[in-house]
């Protein structure tokens, strides 16, 4: 005898596991730093057990882009923290945290990655509530109201 099939596309009726947060908050992470700074990352960047490597990792290239915005785009990579919501000490205290524009930008890499994955898991609760319905109230339906009085 065989335990319960599991979930897979040939399948749908199956219930399916729910998903891993991590990895959804990581792959949405990845979307949002590709669309708005224009980081190219690769979907493949270590798992859950390696953590702080993806973090890392996901640092080191905002931290090119940003370099090449401070050197080449100040305008726009200040209207991009603006719009971002990174307040004016946050952005001072990253900038004096480095001595070259590579090491601030590595300071600064990191306050953008912390307010977009704020971001990101903000976004996901509540598309998870959403996507949740509420539960309903437990009352008499008109049926039983009925043969109640």
Known sequence: MTGPEEPSPENPLLPEEPPD????????????????????????????????????????ALARRVLEM?????????TALYVLDISE???REAMAGGSTPADQAYALAGVILDRELRRVLTRLRYQRRRERPPALPEHPGPEQQDSAG
Do not use: T, Y
């Open 70 to 78: 401070m050197l080449n785009r100040p305008n726009r990579l200040m």
């Open 21 to 60: 947060p991590e990895a959804e908050a990581r792959q949405a992470l990845i979307r949002e730093l590709g669309r708005k700074w224009q980081v190219a990352l690769d979907h493949s960047l270590p798992g859950q057990d390696e953590q702080a490597s993806f973090e890392e990792a996901v640092r080191r």
């Open 89 to 91: 000490h946050a952005f």
